[in-house]
């Protein structure tokens, strides 16, 4: 277990854990609901607004 305060620091982190054949890898998000790390990844904000932009939804 371990605590990051950065989003995207918590997924690298997930990602070498499972690099090294750690399973069932679980990232809690600020309310504390856990998440898996394909399901926490897809609701990063950045993450939100490259998938716009490639969509050509992007307004701004």
Do not use: Q, Y
Not at 22 to 28: E, G
Request: net charge positive.
């Amino acid at each position: 277990m371990a605590t990051r305060c950065n989003p995207a620091s918590a997924m690298c982190l997930a990602d070498d854990w499972a690099e090294v054949g750690c399973s069932d890898i679980r990232i809690a998000d600020r309310d504390g609901i856990p998440h898996s790390p394909a399901s926490f990844r897809a609701k990063l904000p950045l993450r939100k607004r490259i998938e716009r932009r490639r969509l050509g939804l992007w307004t701004s």
